[in-house]
């Protein structure tokens, strides 16, 4: 497994623009694939997909496969990603 963040800077495009810049964390398997997704905003509201829950009102969990150098991402530990999930 993998696990890598990735900041994003700019808000959402639509009505919870005003949740702010959020940060991203993945869990992919050796083929790339995302099994496991957070979303962190900077009011702190927090989104999490996987395939027990794969998307709702507010996203979704990513369906194409995504390497750390893709999302120009910073690598973490998975014990550092399981402390967010």
Excluded: H, P
Excluded at 6 to 20: L, M, V
Excluded at 26 to 38: G, H, M, R, S
Aim: proline fraction near 0%.
């Amino acid at each position: 497994m993998n696990y890598f963040t990735q900041f994003w800077d700019e808000n959402r495009d639509d009505e919870y623009a005003d949740w702010g810049t959020s940060t991203w964390y993945f869990e992919t398997n050796d083929a790339d694939e995302v099994l496991k997704q957070i979303t962190v905003y900077a009011n702190g509201k927090v989104t999490k997909y996987s395939d027990e829950n794969l998307e709702d009102q507010f996203g979704g969990l990513c369906e194409d496969t995504l390497t750390i150098d893709e999302c120009d991402g910073d690598l973490i530990s998975k014990e550092d990603f399981y402390k967010v999930w």
